[in-house]
Nanobody, 120 residues
Framework: QVHLVESGGGLVQAGGSLRLSCAASGSIFSINRMGWYRQAPGNQRELVAT???????NYADPVKGRFTISSDNAKNTVYLQMNSLKPEDTAVYYC??????????????WGQGTQVTVSS
């Protein structure tokens, strides 16, 4: 089993910053990819940013230049630094991880979500 624990959400004014963290624990052989998705009320869950175990990053267009994803492989943790936040960034942010529990078995796991609210 693999568990993800997220932290760092909250309420911030437009133009402000927040940093989200997601720590993976459990049966971890290696991490293929970790990332962040978000879901606003009435909308589908959408990609925000991902980072592979080799450090390759990918960002959704709306957050490019404002958000930065980074990883601490020693801590099995991924971070999302969010700057210049906008009201449209308001959503529940979910951590996702594609983790190998053994050389043959991998799992796709979601965190419980953390609320980010940006006031105008």
């Amino acid at each position: 089993q693999v568990h993800l624990v997220e932290s760092g959400g909250g309420l911030v004014q437009a133009g402000g910053s927040l940093r989200l963290s997601c720590a993976a624990s459990g049966s971890i052989f290696s991490i293929n990819r970790m990332g962040w998705y978000r879901q606003a009320p009435g909308n589908q869950r959408e990609l925000v940013a991902t980072a592979t175990g080799r450090g390759i990053t990918n960002y959704a267009d709306p957050v490019k230049g404002r958000f930065t994803i980074s990883s601490d492989n020693a801590k099995n943790t991924v971070y999302l630094q969010m700057n210049s936040l906008k009201p449209e960034d308001t959503a529940v942010y979910y951590c996702n991880a594609d983790i190998y529990m053994s050389i043959r078995t991998h799992t796709d796991t979601w965190g419980q979500g953390t609320q980010v609210t940006v006031s105008s």
